[in-house]
């Protein structure tokens, strides 16, 4: 180790604050807490460097809870936060950065598929100025297509669509500045996305390749619907980025666009009546397309608006999308 790193190691360590936070939700992990345990803490000893590891479980219905509590009497830096229900993995990761004081919090899941020796990897890079480092499943162990071909196609069209390219936006093994993750407010299922928000405020993104293992216990909370639900946060992930300050351009545009379709639909009414004698208002297939487009319309419209006004909701509140039951060895 350099002098200048070992100074700067000696600073942090002189912090009071850690420099690491360690941050894994949880639920449903029975089987998997304890030795999920042990490999975080044999990877963050060898760091040489002050850390906390904190657990959130989002309202695990198994021993999970239990489990986590025992592990946090036996290790003062290991936090829990204990959910009253489930909340979904957003609120959860926003909680583990509500609670967390590093200086660099790394996300990673608690069910052994990611591989805790490659924090080494993801400190590497944040040492050299980069404010998010995201992992990047090169070799993911999961089934094809279910799995692996649904995270292509959306890691594809969210590149192309946000401007932030990243092979694997979906791993969770991914290490932020803590000063950076910060200054964003997490809801509904935007975990995914944390990326790209931190991109907003300026932040310096890279990824490197990261281990993959196959789930050993239980089964995944994940299926082939999750790749809709991405592309329809994506929808809302695209407004609020480009055209949060100007929605008259989405609203308006679409509208544009309607009138424009509808002028279509009624020169082809007149052409047909007048040319070949058909009453077009009375095939139900035309009438349908044209219901089916006005619902869509407004669908993706009142979900815009929905999405803009929970968000001034719970920011002019200062809610956290989550109600903590218990905590253990977090500072009050």
Known sequence: MSPEKKKAVK????????????????????????????AVLNAVKKLNRTYEIIFVDDGSTDKSSELLKSVAKRDKNVKVVIFRKNFGQ????????????????????????????????????????????????NKRQDKWLSRKLPSKIANF??????????????????????????????????????PIHVSWVGAKITEIPVGHHARQFGKSKYGIIRTFKVLLDLITVKFMGTYSTKPIYVFGGTGFISFLLSFGFGVAVILMKVFEYQNITRN????????????????????????????IYHETKKMPPYKVKETINIEK
């Open 157 to 194: 069209i969210i590149s192309k669509v946000t401007g932030v390219h990243l092979h694997d936006l979906g791993c969770s093994l991914k290490a932020y500045r803590g000063s950076i993750l910060r200054q964003i407010d997490l809801y509904g299922e935007m975990h995914r996305f944390i």
């Open 284 to 311: 139900p297939l035309f009438m349908i397309a044209i219901m089916f487009f006005i619902i869509g319309v407004l669908f993706i419209q009142m979900g815009i608006l929905a999405e803009i006004m929970i968000r």
């Open 90 to 137: 957003t609120a959860a990761m926003a909680a583990g950065i509500d609670f967390s004081k590093g200086e660099v919090i790394v996300f990673m899941d608690s069910d052994l598929q990611n591989e805790p020796e490659d924090i080494v990897k993801l400190l590497e890079k944040i040492d050299e100025g980069y404010d998010v480092v995201s992992g990047w499943r």
């Open 11 to 38: 600073k942090i360590q002189q912090n009071k604050n850690p420099y690491l936070t360690v941050m894994l939700p949880v639920y449903n992990e029975e089987k998997s807490i304890e030795l999920q345990y042990k």
